[in-house]
């Protein structure tokens, strides 16, 4: 079967940086358009970043310039790097997958989704 799993998440200081990690096992990864979103406490689930399987990509517009999204076929991998940490970049970050880029886009209708790892920004 299918599994996602994120990896890499937990407390850093503001101004600091993580580096998510996803290992996609089951599917053609890639095939597979490859997603990362977030959800804050209290807050709707929102995209971050998506990625084709041909190099097409998006950022949302809160973590332009900070955050970098990378995929490594050969490992069935994606990653998220983010850099200059804001106490609002507080979530659980999910990896997500779609064989239709257009999916990811909002997230209703992906494919597969990660499990989720909590990244924490304190002031």
């Known amino acids: 079967q299918v599994q996602l799993v994120e990896s890499g998440g937990g407390l850093v200081q503001a101004g600091g940086s993580l580096r998510l990690s996803c290992a996609a096992s089951g599917l053609t990864f890639s095939s597979y358009a490859m997603g990362w979103f977030r959800q804050a406490p209290g807050k709707e689930r929102e995209l971050v970043v998506r990625k084709s399987s041909g190099g097409t990509f998006y950022y949302a517009d809160s973590v332009k310039g900070r955050f970098t999204i990378s995929r490594d076929n050969a490992k069935n991998a994606v990653y998220l790097q983010m850099n200059s940490l804001k106490p609002e970049d507080t979530a659980v970050y999910y990896c997500?997958?779609?064989?239709?880029?257009?999916?990811?886009?909002?997230?209703?209708?992906?494919?597969?989704w990660g499990k989720g790892t909590l990244v924490t920004v304190s002031s």
């Open positions: 997500a997958a779609d064989p239709t880029y257009g999916r990811l886009r909002v997230g209703t209708r992906v494919e597969y």
